[in-house]
């Protein structure tokens, strides 16, 4: 009996430690010149780098994280298979802030597609996925979130004077050192990342 139970926390142990990535060489990843702003500002809200569901536990814990509403005006968010639906606080302000100025603008209003993610998520992410990124991302920061630009009004079809509009706002906050953003086209979403202001 005691055998077995050395087996089991032995497997336990072994199964444990196997992670699917390995944070040195997740870390070691140089970022494009595009992407390295939107790193830097992520990491500046204090939060360490989530690597599973326990440490987003902790930031909710701590109350570094609230929870993003599944709707707002001008926004909703899509049913997240990959990311978690949290964000620091300033993040979430400045989601709901950017899509209240677009629906008074639209009437419409947008899809969140992705919010935060850990290092596992983003192992389950590459395996449907070969273009998610390999080394860290400032979704892995509670920071950052993608805004899809073919889902206005949870309609699949691009529409250009949706997008237009969209972008207005994005370039506003941007201007106003607010956010950073880039235009993903492979993902059809706006990465969006929020500083520190
Ligand atoms: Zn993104």
Redesign the pocket.
């Known amino acids: 009996m005691r055998f077995l139970l050395l087996i089991f926390l032995l497997s336990f142990s072994l199964f444990k430690s196997q992670e699917c990535y390995d944070l040195k060489t997740v870390l070691k990843v140089e970022p494009t010149e595009l992407y390295k702003p939107h790193l830097l500002a992520s990491q500046n809200f204090g939060v360490k780098i989530l690597q599973n569901t326990k440490t987003v536990d902790k930031n909710i814990a701590n109350g570094k994280f609230v929870k993003v509403k599944k709707k707002s005006r001008g926004y909703r968010l899509q049913t997240l298979e990959y990311s978690r639906p949290y964000l620091v606080k300033k993040a979430r302000t400045t989601l709901e802030r950017m899509a209240n100025d677009f629906a008074a603008k639209t009437k419409s209003f947008f899809v969140v597609s ?1 919010v935060t993610r850990t290092l596992e998520d983003q192992c389950r992410l590459r395996k449907v996925n070969s273009n998610a990124s390999l080394g860290i ?3 892995n920061y509670g920071a ?3 805004i899809s630009y073919v889902r206005f009004d949870h309609k699949l079809k691009v529409n250009p004077k949706l997008e237009k509009e969209l972008e207005k706002v994005l370039t506003e906050y941007k201007n106003l050192g607010k956010i950073f953003y ?1 235009k ?1 086209k492979q ?1 059809s ?1 706006y ?3 929020v500083r520190n202001y």
């Open positions: 992705s991302s400032s979704h950052a979130f993608d880039i993903e993902q979403c990465h969006v990342t």
